[in-house]
């Protein structure tokens, strides 16, 4: 199953695209995290392809000042929150002034980490941790999600995305192992313009996908 250059009919068919593009990747022992909420319905396809276990990663994007939909940071359960230091210029902020909205994510992303464990803990160390996402954009809470993993010693990290922006991939290729991004549109605007079918992903249905896998 090839991806059309127009992008994705809807999450599962990117998840199987992207399944087939791992399956020629020399992983081992994977385990496979989705990037809540987005990311988890294309990571059970990658998950279902693998063979792997599946398991849900959360991280949280802080907002610019106005731009609640802007993200000038992210931050995870645990760990220092991670800016992109140009954004944070650009509004004229400094991470000191972001605290409180860093803070808040924070608890955030406990209470929903509490709320998508399901069955028990996978292991991270010495395996291949294939991370999941829906697509990359600023790439912000990709960023903070591998930096939190690696402090679970993995022997890989890879960033898995069905489309990404060029820049952003970039990025993250200095962050993770190694990042896999099927669609790289140099017209790149946001990651819904390339899917047809891109509705809110709720809890109900990450709670379904990881009970599936239980």
């Known amino acids: 199953?090839?991806?059309a250059a127009e992008g994705y009919a809807d999450r599962v068919q990117a998840g199987q695209v992207l399944a087939e593009?791992?399956?020629d990747a020399d992983l081992r022992d994977p385990v496979v995290l989705g990037l809540a909420r987005g990311g988890v319905p294309v990571a059970a396809e990658v998950a279902r392809g693998l063979g792997a276990p599946?398991?849900?990663c959360v991280a949280r994007k802080i907002g610019a000042p106005g731009h609640a939909e802007l993200a000038i940071g992210a931050?995870?359960?645990a760990g220092p929150a991670t800016y992109d230091e140009r954004m944070v210029r650009s509004f004229g902020l400094d991470e000191q002034g972001m605290r409180e909205a860093a803070d808040q994510e924070r608890e955030e992303a406990r209470s929903r980490e509490e709320r998508f464990q399901v069955g028990e803990r996978v292991p991270l160390a010495d395996r291949d941790v294939v991370?999941?996402?829906d697509?990359?954009?600023t790439g912000a809470t990709a960023r903070a999600a591998v930096r939190m993993l690696r402090e679970a010693g993995p022997r890989r990290i890879v960033l898995a995305v069905p489309v990404g922006a060029p820049d952003a991939v970039e990025s993250l290729s200095h962050e993770a192992d190694e990042v896999?991004?099927?669609l790289r549109p140099?017209?790149?605007a946001a990651v819904g313009q390339w899917y047809r079918d891109f509705k809110a992903t709720e809890d109900a249905e990450i709670l379904d996908i990881l009970h599936s896998f239980a």
Request: aromatic share 4%.
């Open 1 to 3: 199953m090839m991806a």
């Open 21 to 23: 593009r791992l399956g």
């Open 54 to 56: 599946l398991r849900v």
């Open 75 to 77: 931050v995870t359960a």
């Open 131 to 133: 991370l999941v996402d």
């Open 135 to 137: 697509g990359l954009a």
């Open 180 to 182: 896999i991004s099927v």
């Open 186 to 188: 140099p017209d790149f």
